[in-house]
């Protein structure tokens, strides 16, 4: 099993503010328990100076809060509630890539899976944390089916400002398989984007490619030249299907492989030209894989909680380190997912240069864990998120604005950016 060496870089103790701000703060957690400010994002902005707006694979998002794609967003009443909730975007659950016959050479992952067990888990670092079990799998409908979802979700999510994205699985090479059926890539990308094109007209498509961490779990995954292989050519595939139309996000997983592995992937997508070979954004990064862990009759299962945030920070971390200056301000944009359950630790991410923060876990745990009680899910999660008043991220953004200096009208994206360009000095500061 991998070594955990925990992140050095950590926002430690109660965030610093002035008293009238932490006053504030206090106030509006409590008044909003009954009902987020709408629309949300001008009221923090009148309210504390801070301009919620943020990127996505280069597309504008009013919030960097979204829900990471899996079992709470593979219906449209879910997908209407975040709208109506607040949220920034949305990643659909995975659909398994098919081509024009309808064959699925990933299909081993388009089955029917519901269980879901929410549990407490401690971390190796004795940390407290909450993880999702169950038995991992795709969009077990037709594809035309999808379709429709994705088009009634893209309707949904206008209405209120929320970008909604696909995600899907497409045939990777295994075992003795020296080659890659780009019909798969072809078929199921041009009807996606016909259903986007539809609603959306000309704006490129955001698309995430998910490399599930079950696949860790996969005989196509024990070899790491076969990794970097699937890395180097999957956002090729993917944008040759519709050039120009497509921007690609890779959704890199947790291999069972050490942290240098991690870096060498993250390094990998770098060094690719920058012309249709290279992804246009990253998401970093889907949960651990735990061989032995039993669930049901299944043995090897994903999990998260701190340890997957511990993991992510820490090779996000090194990495930015092992970076010259001009380098790292050529990264390619960077959403962030794994165990963000806090704004302390959304700020961490965003300290390492993620704009934007998807969760699926938060969206999952008991009422008990939030203090808003009335609402959906997805609200009493922005609500925790954002207003707590030394976990919320409206406090650690005002605490780091402060720290840094940063000017009053810089927007999230911004903050992010800069948080890139100044990797050195954030760390100087903060370790
Ligand atoms: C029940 C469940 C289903 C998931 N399904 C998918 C999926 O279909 N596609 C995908 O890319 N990620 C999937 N994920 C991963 C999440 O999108 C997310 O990246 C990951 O759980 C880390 O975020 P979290 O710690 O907030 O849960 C799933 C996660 C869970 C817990």
Redesign the pocket.
């Known amino acids: 099993m991998w070594e955990l060496l925990p992140p050095r870089v950590r926002l430690i103790g109660a965030p610093c503010l002035s008293e009238h701000i932490a006053r504030q703060i206090a106030q509006d957690v409590e008044r909003f328990c009954n009902g987020l400010p709408r629309p949300l994002e001008a009221y923090i902005l009148a309210t504390y100076g801070i301009d919620l707006a943020s990127e996505y694979a280069g597309l504008r998002v009013k919030n960097p809060f979204g829900k990471?794609?899996?079992?709470l967003s593979l219906a449209t009443h879910q997908i209407e509630r975040d709208a109506a909730a607040g949220l920034g975007f949305v990643i659909l659950?995975?659909v398994i890539a098919q081509d024009s016959s309808g064959e699925q050479s990933m299909r081993e992952w388009a089955i029917h899976e519901t269980r879901?067990l929410v549990e407490p888990i401690r971390g190796r670092m004795a940390e407290e944390g909450w993880t999702?079990t169950?038995k991992?799998r795709?969009w077990f409908d037709t594809f035309a089916a999808y379709r429709h979802f994705f088009a009634e979700s893209i309707g949904a999510g206008q209405a209120a400002d929320m970008l909604v994205v696909p995600?899907v699985k497409y045939h990777l090479p295994g075992g003795q398989e020296t080659f890659w059926k780009e019909e798969e890539y072809s078929f199921t990308t041009l009807r996606l984007l016909e259903t986007w094109i539809e609603a959306c007209g000309n704006q490129p498509m955001p698309l995430?490619k998910?490399f599930?961490p079950t696949l860790a779990g996969d005989e196509r995954a024990t070899q790491q030249a076969r990794i970097g292989e699937w890395l180097k050519a999957v956002p090729g595939l993917i944008h040759r299907a519709a050039p120009g139309k497509v921007r690609v996000g890779l959704?890199i997983f947790n291999t069972l492989f050490e942290d240098d592995f991690q870096l060498h992937m993250l390094d990998s997508v770098h060094r690719a030209r920058p012309d249709e070979d290279r992804a246009d954004f990253l998401v970093y990064a889907?949960?651990l894989f735990d061989p032995a862990k039993k669930f049901e009759d299944k043995v090897g299962v994903a999990y998260?909680g701190p340890d997957?945030s511990d993991r992510n920070l820490a090779v996000l971390e090194k990495f930015l380190s092992s970076r010259s200056n001009a380098d790292r301000l050529g990264e390619l944009p960077l959403s962030a997912?794994?165990?963000?359950h806090s704004g302390r630790i959304a700020a961490e991410y965003l300290l390492r240069g993620a704009s934007t923060l998807?969760?699926?876990?938060?969206f999952q745990l008991p009422n008990g864990q939030f203090s808003m009680q009335t609402g959906s899910k997805t609200e009493k999660a922005l609500h925790h998120l954002l207003f707590h008043p030394q976990e919320g991220l409206i406090a650690w953004l005002l605490d780091l604005k402060q720290r840094f200096g940063w000017e009053q009208a810089m927007n999230v994206h911004q903050m992010a950016e800069w948080c890139r360009k100044n990797w050195k000095n954030a760390v100087e500061e903060l370790s």
């Open positions: 990471a794609s899996g079992q659950k995975t879901m999702v169950w991992g795709g995600s995430e998910d599930s959704k889907n949960r998260g997957l997912t794994g165990d963000i998807q969760m699926h876990t938060i």
